[in-house]
């Protein structure tokens, strides 16, 4: 994982170290006694329990590492306050697609915590990047394939 920093909630950084603490205290005891008890099974090198605990143990390595990269270059998305005037990571945003008239309000969040589904955007979709430091009312050209217009109708 690069060194870029990770934006996150305070209660995304709080599902991060509660996975991380899982992987570490539980789920790494798990896969360690799942080894174990595929070794004691016999040859190893026809043995598809153990293969199957080595990959397991493998990809939990991989997320620990991972997890522990992001806890280590996190920063806190600050809440922007009522009535702010621009964009910023932590905002929620009311965008009205010009093409179609239709409203969708989105929070712009870092990537490890993004939900499109729920309205939560990560800060590096071409969207969020877009509209990140415009003001209220302002109409934004989102650079994709086929370019669209978004009127930034409400920041909180």
Do not use: C, W
């Amino acid at each position: 994982m690069s060194e870029d920093k990770i934006y996150v909630t305070e209660e995304g950084l709080k599902k991060l170290q509660d996975e991380y603490y899982n992987l570490v205290h539980v789920v790494r005891e798990e896969v360690k006694a799942e080894l174990k008890e595929a070794r004691s099974l016999g040859d190893l090198s026809e043995n598809a329990d153990y293969d199957a605990a080595r990959d397991k143990q493998s990809q939990v390595e991989s997320r620990i590492a991972e997890l522990e990269s992001m806890l280590q270059h996190y920063e806190i998305i600050k809440t922007t306050k009522s009535g702010s005037k621009t964009v910023h990571i932590g905002s929620t945003v009311t965008l009205k697609f010009l093409d179609t008239n239709i409203e969708e309000t989105y929070t712009i969040v870092g990537s490890t915590e993004a939900d499109p589904l729920n309205g939560k955007l990560s800060n590096e979709t071409p969207l969020a990047q877009a509209i990140l430091d415009k003001k209220l009312d302002s109409t934004v050209t989102i650079p994709v394939k086929e370019p669209y217009d978004v009127l930034i109708t409400k920041i909180k």
